[in-house]
């Protein structure tokens, strides 16, 4: 394809109001008559960190690939910092975008020193050992230069990629699963030390990640994606309570599923009657509950609705499974701290009826 440049739009600015430095306007994408990526629409503003999220083969990696400028567009436009940098009609190159980037293999070159890394993306006139100095401070990786890849921990190695990244001053930030190889304890540790610099570099910022716990922890908004389209894109504490449709409210936990059809108002369920909101008399509905969101207490006078069917203590949770007597049906409860349920005790169920949601079947 060939690559031309766009003229400069001018960004503009509105009083008061975050201009995003990223906008993503209705791109599309497709392989082999194979729509890859649908009517995909973002925006970040500079210091945001914006996750795609989804499952496997959802899109996300080929709109992040769009962004950077490795990737066609078939329809829709993207713009950085005001600047139109692609459309149907053609592609500003990836060097000349402002964009920096780090992959789950983070590709440093083995046969490069860690000083050779870091400069490896700057301009030849803007290669100064002052500034490369600077990037490995920031890392916290000072005196590391004359090293090779190697020679470093995953976790270092990391910080390396995310320096080379960061070393132009990129306007956009596009990072795809850059911590799925590190371990557990490594990989929180990383996505703290990851948020820090990025905020603090201001940049604007798309995560991908197929992993919720990351997006809760990192982004400021989410796009969950399926299927090449966008479900719902938010804040993570309100796609986490208010998702717009079961396949959203399914990506952060587990979750009971307790099926029904409304009558006068409400949804007549094994844990109770719930309200069904504005939903048509005779909707049938899945209402949905969070194992945390579901207190059990022993049964002090008979009046049980469940009875204790498994029991597994992890430590810092404990992994409660119910069986309603009626439909033998089983919920899940995650309880913190300690527990001292039986197998086999009779208990009451409580919930905050704010934490039942309601999809149309
Ligand atoms: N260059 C390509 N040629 C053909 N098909 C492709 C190409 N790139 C991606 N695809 C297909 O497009 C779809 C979306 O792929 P993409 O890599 O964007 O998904 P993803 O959500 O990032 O998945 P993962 O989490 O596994 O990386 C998949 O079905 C994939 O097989």
Do not use: W
Request: hydrophobic residues 40%; neutral net charge; glycine residues 10%.
């Amino acid at each position: 394809m060939e690559h031309t440049d766009f003229e400069m739009f001018a960004g503009q600015k509105v009083a008061g109001k975050a201009v995003p430095m990223l906008r993503v306007s209705h791109v599309a994408r497709q392989f082999g008559g194979r729509q890859a990526v649908q009517d995909v629409s973002l925006s970040v503003c500079p210091g945001q960190v914006t996750c795609l999220l989804g499952s496997s083969g959802c899109g996300k990696s080929t709109t992040l690939r769009m962004i950077a400028g490795i990737e066609q567009l078939d329809a829709g436009s993207i713009h950085i910092d005001g600047q139109l940098v692609a459309d149907r009609n053609g592609s500003l190159r990836p060097e000349k975008r402002s964009v920096g980037m780090v992959f789950q293999d983070l590709a440093l070159f083995p046969h490069m020193t860690v000083f050779d890394n870091i400069a490896f993306g700057m301009a030849r006139d803007q290669r100064r050992t002052a500034d490369v100095e600077q990037m490995l401070d920031r890392v916290g990786l000072r005196g590391y230069g004359a090293k090779y890849p190697h020679q470093l921990s995953g976790g270092e190695q990391q910080r390396i990629a995310l320096a080379r990244a960061l070393a132009t001053g990129p306007k956009v930030m596009l990072l795809d699963e850059p911590f799925s190889s590190l371990d557990q304890r490594l990989r929180s540790e990383m996505r703290e030390f990851a948020l820090d610099l990025l905020r603090e570099a201001g940049a604007a910022v798309v995560l991908v990640t197929h992993d919720p716990d990351e997006a809760m922890m990192m982004a400021d908004r989410i796009a969950i994606m399926d299927q090449g389209r966008v479900l719902q894109q938010g804040a993570p504490l309100d796609l986490y309570h208010r998702p717009a449709n079961l396949a959203v409210a399914q990506f952060f936990s587990d979750l009971n599923l307790l099926p029904g059809k409304v009558s006068h108002g409400g949804v007549a369920t094994g844990i109770g009657a719930i309200s069904a909101g504005p939903l048509a008399e005779g909707t049938a509905v899945t209402c949905a509950i969070r194992p945390e969101h579901l207190r059990p207490a022993r049964s002090t006078d008979g009046a049980a609705c469940a009875k204790v069917s498994r029991i597994q203590k992890l430590g810092r949770e404990n992994l409660i499974e119910l069986s309603l007597p009626e439909t033998s049906q089983k919920l899940r409860c995650n309880i913190a701290g300690s527990c001292d349920f039986k197998l086999g005790d009779r208990v009451t169920l409580d919930y905050d009826p704010a934490t039942v949601m309601v999809f149309p079947a």
